[in-house]
């Protein structure tokens, strides 16, 4: 989406089927990379976190959540919500689908 979106007070613009650029997650690799920080609450001391890149996550429960590490592309996207959830000032995000072109 356009940058102008960024900003909240714009939403009231946006409206089903509507086309737009999106950075949308591009896998590239197969299996994907996850990030395991070492320990959560410790940070280096530039702010990032500590932690290695593994494709397999010990803690498959249905409560863990995780981090996955992956490119991100400009492409063109629909947007599939409707109109209520686009505009409103209380749901910060709206579905979308990657538009994918057929070539000859």
Known sequence: MSLRYSDSSNWHDIEKQMIFE????????????????????????????????????????????HKAVT?????KVVILSRDEVCQSQYEDDVLIAKIITIKD
């Not at 896998?27 to 494709?55: H, Q």
């Open 71 to 75: 490119d991100l592309k400009r492409r």
């Open 22 to 65: 999106a950075w949308v997650p591009y896998v590239s690799n197969r299996p994907i990379d996850f990030f395991v920080p070492y320990e959560p609450a410790k940070y280096t001391y530039d702010g990032k976190r500590v932690g290695f890149l593994t494709e397999l996550i010990e803690d498959d429960s249905i409560f863990s959540s």
